[in-house]
């Protein structure tokens, strides 16, 4: 048997929603932006993902317009860090609702770099971060028009950092990065088991 459900009725008889838990693993941005007070802001974002190879964009959705999505907007820019399962500790602490204007990276006990065409830092300790400049951002609607709570940032990737100690035979190797991904509830996975398929072509693919 299958449970169905309509989400706006909420009639699932769970103890709590599993659409989150469906749509998963979802790679988690560390959003970092900077103010033009000079104060920064660093927040995970687990509505994120790349959007297309090209030109390379990414987006996060933030359930409101929270500090990372109005900085974001303010001063057209962000980084999109790689939380990873070395960090997980240092992630979840940044999602703590700190005021605006106190440095979660003082208080997660990170590193602030410079970045190299944006003004916002990045994560010292995280081994890849992407520079974005912000192209668009808008509250998504519903399929009667009306807006949604949610603003959703698109960033354009104008800078990407990569530890050299995550590289291998030229690629970035996935188990020596072990980037962190939310599942549901207050679940989350590293991926440092890693097996690869090739795409297949039609006669492989319908060959049985």
């Known amino acids: 048997m299958m449970l169905f459900y309509e989400p706006e009725r909420g009639d699932h008889g769970l ?3 599993p659409f989150k838990a469906i749509v998963a693993p979802r790679p988690i941005g560390w959003i970092s932006t900077r103010a033009k007070d000079g104060a920064v802001n660093l927040a995970p974002y687990s509505f994120f993902n790349a959007v297309s190879d090209h030109p390379k964009l990414v987006m996060f959705a933030s359930a409101g317009f929270k500090d990372s999505a109005n900085l974001a907007i303010e001063s057209g820019e962000f980084v999109a860090n790689m939380a990873t399962g070395d960090l997980a500790a240092a992630v ?11 440095s979660e990276f003082e208080l ?3 590193t602030e770099a410079p970045c190299r065409l944006v003004a916002a830092p990045r994560v010292a300790e995280s081994p890849a971060a992407l520079e974005c400049k912000v192209t668009q951002s808008f509250q998504p609607v519903d399929v009667d028009g009306k807006p949604s709570d949610w603003v959703m940032v698109i960033g354009q990737v104008v800078g990407i950092h990569i530890a050299e100690s995550v590289l291998k035979n030229g690629m970035l190797e996935m188990s020596l990065a072990r980037p962190l991904s939310r599942l549901g509830y207050l679940d989350y996975a590293v991926a440092d088991e890693v097996f690869q398929m090739r795409r297949p072509t039609l ?4 060959d049985s």
């Open 15 to 17: 103890p709590h929603d």
């Open 92 to 102: 979840n602490r940044t999602s703590a609702p700190a005021p605006r204007g106190r």
């Open 108 to 110: 997660a006990g990170l």
């Open 203 to 206: 006669e492989d693919a319908s």
